[in-house]
T-cell receptor, first 114, second 112 residues
């Protein structure tokens, strides 16, 4: 079945360093790839997304890259801050007969050490 | 706009009891989704709806039923709760223009 693998499951970085989280998807028809940040006890919040016709997208300290050939996409956070500590989820989505479903990765717990 | 809201926020049930979780959105979105979130397993799709009066099964539908009688509301029902249904439940709706999902605040359900 359709699957999204996410690595690593936990990641600790020093404040100011960069963090990279990687996801691999199985369905080559997937065409939309969002990233969510979830703080403890809160709802997932969209932080950045990318579509299959774009290779890279950047928003301040956050960037996402997409390699369609290899079927993987990555989240890059630069100049990490303690408030970046959270669980991050990737997802892949496609349209099937006009229906949109999203497959989520299992999450990465990011800890930014002050 | 309130966005996506969920009631209740917390609930404790005994095995065999029934309950309904309510999701409401005021963004006029056609698509709505119910997910469950368990430790280490990400978000898994239970049921979804592509519009008023329609529902469909997701990845883990067993033990749950849904209804979408009004466009703004999506109800998730547990007819006979089991301890395996202890989880955090999130509802979401989809913005048709950008394809983005907006999540509700979640319902933490414990089944004893």
């Amino acid at each position: 079945g359709e699957n999204v693998e996410q690595h690593p499951s936990t990641l600790s970085v020093q404040e100011g360093d960069s963090a990279v989280i990687k996801c691999t998807y199985s369905d080559s028809a997937s065409n939309y790839f969002p990233w969510y940040k979830q703080e403890l006890g809160k709802r997932p919040q969209l932080i950045i997304d990318i579509r299959s016709n774009v290779g890279e997208k950047k928003d301040q300290r956050i960037a996402v890259t997409l390699n369609k050939t290899a079927k993987h996409f990555s989240l890059h956070i630069t100049e990490t801050q303690p408030e970046d500590s959270a669980v991050y989820f990737c997802a892949a989505s496609k349209s099937t007969s006009g229906t949109y479903k999203y497959i989520f990765g299992t999450g990465t717990r990011l800890k930014v050490l002050a | 706009n309130a966005g996506v809201t969920q009631t209740p926020k917390f609930r404790v049930l005994k095995t065999g009891q029934s309950m309904t979780l309510l999701c409401a959105q005021d963004m006029n979105h056609e698509y709505m989704y119910w997910y469950r979130q368990d430790p280490g397993m990400g978000l898994r799709l239970i049921h979804y709806s592509v519009g008023e009066g329609t529902t469909a099964k997701g990845e883990v539908p067993d033990g749950y039923n849904v209804s979408r009688l009004k466009k703004q509301n999506f109800l998730l029902g547990l007819e006979s709760a089991a301890p395996s249904q202890t989880s955090v439940y999130f509802c979401a709706s989809r913005d048709p223009g950008l394809g983005r999902q907006f999540f509700g605040p979640g319902t933490r359900l414990t089944v004893l």
